[in-house]
Structures are given as C-alpha cells and as structure tokens.
C-alpha cells in the first residue's frame, strides 16, 4: 500500500498573522513611565554673592535611617507641612523692596522668616535614603506652598488656585490663555514662590 504523504501547512500565513498580531499588541498596550518631580531646574548661571540670613532658612536633613531631622531636631513627616506653612508665613520682617508682608498670617516671629519672599526651604538627605521616603517629604514641602497659595486665592479672588490653573490650561474654559487669569496666578505665585533648595546627597 502506498504511503498517504502528509498535508503540508502552509507557514507563510502564520507568519503573518503572527505579524499582525504583534503590530496590534505594539499599538495597543499602555507602557507606563515613572514620573519624577515637577520641579524646575535652576538657570546654569553662577549665583549672586548673597548673604542669606539663617532664620531665613528652614533646614530639612533626612539621614540613612530615614529618620527626619527639621532644624536639627527629630520630627515625624505628618508634622512638616504644618511646621513648614508656619516658617514661611511667618511674616516678621520685609522683603527686598523693605516692604513687610500684608497678607501673611504667621506669628511675626523675629527669629523666624522675614518674608515669603526670602523663605528658603533646604532640604538635604543621605544615599541610603529610602526614595520613597524623599518624594513623601518633598509632596508635604510642595503641599505647604499649595495651602498657602490656596489661601490667599480665596482672599484676593474669591476663587480656588487649583481652579484657577485648571481653567487656564482648559481649552473648554472661556478663560484659556487669559491674561487677566495669567496675571492673578502670577501674583499668587509670587506672593508665595516656591524656594526649595535640594542639595547634593551625602
């Protein structure tokens, strides 16, 4: 009896829905990214000579046992926001325009800050630093500026700040790109920039 030969499957179409399928899956799948911290960069220009006044400055010093030292005492994380909006809107002197700070609500401590405009928050940690443990410290530095921010908003604007910025950045919004809107968020910003001093690991 003759030998059947066996039916030969034709691997040129496999090969290209094989093909097909991983165009699809390339296209298809979500890849996710880490995002890091929105902060910007200092201009790669030598700073000025300046004399900076040490209450003026609010030290924040993580060790390797991710312990948090804030003006060298020992301090938990749940506390830094609070002990940061008080240094900042301390109000106790003026700024560089010799003008005190009307809309600060502190306790006008003369051993603490002058002026939000010359608050600087310094914070420096150690290579065995668990990252995690930066970024929670940083969000509750960040979260201390968003209070106050917030704040004074309400008081000048009626209005949020979030908001505000959101309806700027909103192409729906009838104030997208407005300059008056611009302006006010300037002003905030201003009243309450953001000095956030990260120096090199140790």
Not at 25 to 38: A, P
Not at 78 to 90: P, Y
Request: aromatic share 8%; with cysteine.
């Amino acid at each position: 009896m003759a030998k059947r030969s066996a039916p030969e499957v034709n691997a040129g179409s496999m090969a290209d829905i094989a093909f097909l399928l991983l165009i699809f899956f390339l296209v298809t799948t979500t890849i996710e990214v880490d995002s890091g911290i929105s902060s910007k960069l200092p201009p790669d220009i030598p700073p000025p000579d300046v004399k900076i006044k040490q209450k003026n400055i609010f030290t924040v010093e993580l060790n390797k046992d991710n312990e948090m030292l804030v003006e060298d005492e020992l301090m938990k994380i749940k506390d830094l926001k609070a002990a940061a909006i008080k240094f900042i809107d301390n109000g106790g002197g003026e700024n560089a325009a010799k003008e005190k700070c009307n809309y600060c609500e502190g306790l006008k401590d003369p051993a603490s800050s002058d002026h939000p405009e010359k608050a600087i928050i310094s914070i420096t940690h150690s290579r065995a630093t668990d990252y995690e443990t930066f970024i929670v410290v940083y969000d509750q530095l960040v979260s201390a500026y968003s209070v106050l921010r917030e704040r004074l908003a309400k008081k000048l604007y009626n209005r949020s700040f979030k908001e505000m910025e959101a309806s700027y950045d909103d192409s729906k919004s009838p104030e997208f790109k407005s300059e008056k809107l611009k302006d006010k968020i300037s002003n905030i910003k201003a009243k309450y920039p953001r000095i956030i001093s990260k120096a090199e690991p140790k």
